[in-house]
């Protein structure tokens, strides 16, 4: 076990060759918090310390054992990089202030969030109104959307990896570890679209917001239309399917196509990035452990590109469910719940459960005719995990909807009372 004490400084004497390695290094910002694991030791007063990508020489005179992990703070970077022992905070002192912590960033986050498709889409949209002198702030955004993942990347594998690491969830714990964030990663692209919007808006974050309201024009016609920003004047979200105030909330990616017009500012916009950026934040509250359940569990949500232009939403609830609920027996029974929003309206749930190499697959929608459409094709779903090398468990498709707690797009707070309730 290692002996080091707050107090005792570590030393990096030389900076890492490789390029990456470098370049994480060169971002330590003093006061910055670092997860490190001891590498080897090289004689009583020399260690190499594994820190994200970096492996980095470092000379103390605490003792040091090979494959301990340390907690550091980056207590200088010049004239050289120093790094100080973390005190650990006591487990009660550590219950307590995640108690008092915790509910208050959900009631910061949960009056600002909207749906990350709808937020981020009418951040787009009001980009997008033509203004020579929203052009360049906006360049983060349109960039952001750019890289947003097509159905055809989420439908493999490897493309729904991806999206998952970059979706913003695990960006401040990879930062602490020293790691760099994937390319693409959502809530810092967010944060930087944020930051750009809101200086071209020349007002502080947290101004009040302008509400959009949908075009009286078009609805006239019968067209959904794209909204329209009338200020201080607050209209009722589009009707959904499932009909309550609560789903009007926490659902529904944008069904109109993004505008290319309409003048709208960069105060506008700002607002809505910041909204995406509480949402993204509420789902990593609610991905925390619970009463001391460790097991692993993680909530977020994709915005899907479509070939339109518009922004359909993916949402995901993952978790170990032996560990939830305390099973006993060897191996994990991942559960994964998904809620997908589709174009015309309509939504459809899935519950995809792996133990071991065996899999079940439960739909549900409301549209009797769509889960029917969905039923025909269970056999070639069975025939597709075969050829994966799993086994086919339960596969069902049935005309419904899932009850509140488990539907992964809406939010769970636990801990504040429920208005709606």
Request: proline share 11%.
């Amino acid at each position: 076990m290692p002996s080091v004490t707050p107090g005792d400084i570590l030393t990096v004497t030389a900076a890492p060759r490789a390029a990456p390695a470098a370049r994480a290094l060169a971002a330590w910002r003093v006061g910055q918090v670092l997860e490190a694991l001891v590498v080897r030791v090289d004689g009583p007063a020399r260690a190499w310390l594994r820190v994200g990508a970096a492996e980095v020489p470092v000379r103390t005179h605490a003792p040091l054992t090979p494959g301990a992990h340390l907690t550091l703070r980056v207590a200088s970077t010049r004239p050289a990089v120093t790094l100080e022992p973390v005190r650990p905070a006591a487990p009660e002192a550590g219950r307590a202030l995640e108690a008092a912590t915790v509910p208050t960033a959900w009631r910061l986050a949960l009056p600002r969030q909207r749906p990350l498709a709808e937020a981020l889409g009418r951040a787009l949209a009001a980009s997008r109104g033509g203004a020579a002198a929203l052009r360049e702030p906006a360049e983060p955004l349109q960039t952001l959307a750019a890289r947003l993942p097509v159905p055809a990347t989420l439908a493999r594998p490897e493309g729904l990896a991806a999206a998952v690491a970059a979706s913003g969830l695990f960006l401040e714990t990879r930062l602490a570890r020293g790691e760099a964030p994937p390319p693409g990663d959502l809530k810092l692209a967010l944060a930087r679209a944020a930051a750009a919007l809101r200086a071209a808006a020349a007002e502080p974050p947290g101004a009040p917001a302008a509400t959009l309201k949908p075009d009286p024009s078009r609805r006239e016609a019968g067209e959904a239309g794209p909204a329209r920003v009338t200020e201080g004047q607050e209209a009722p979200p589009a009707p959904t399917p499932r009909g309550t105030e609560a789903a009007r909330q926490d659902r529904a990616a944008p069904r109109t196509p993004l505008p290319a017009g309409g003048g709208v500012p960069a105060r506008e916009a700002a607002d809505a990035a910041e909204a995406a950026l509480a949402r993204i934040t509420a789902r990593q509250l609610e991905s925390l452990p619970r009463g001391g359940d460790e097991a692993p569990r993680w909530s977020l949500e994709l915005p899907v590109r479509l070939a339109d232009g518009r922004l359909a939403g993916l949402h995901l609830r993952i978790g170990d469910e032996r560990g939830r609920r305390g099973r006993s027996g060897d191996g994990r029974r991942w559960q994964v719940r998904l809620a997908l929003d589709l174009t015309d309206g309509a939504s459809v749930h899935a519950a995809v459960a792996l133990a071991g190499r065996r899999v079940g697959v439960r739909l549900l929608t409301q549209d009797a005719v769509l889960a029917r459409a969905l039923a025909e094709g269970l056999p070639r779903l069975a025939e597709a995990l075969r050829r994966g090398g799993l086994e086919p468990g339960v596969l069902e498709s049935r005309a419904g909807r899932p009850a509140a707690d488990e539907d992964p797009a809406r939010l769970q707070a636990p801990g504040l009372v429920d208005l709606e309730a």
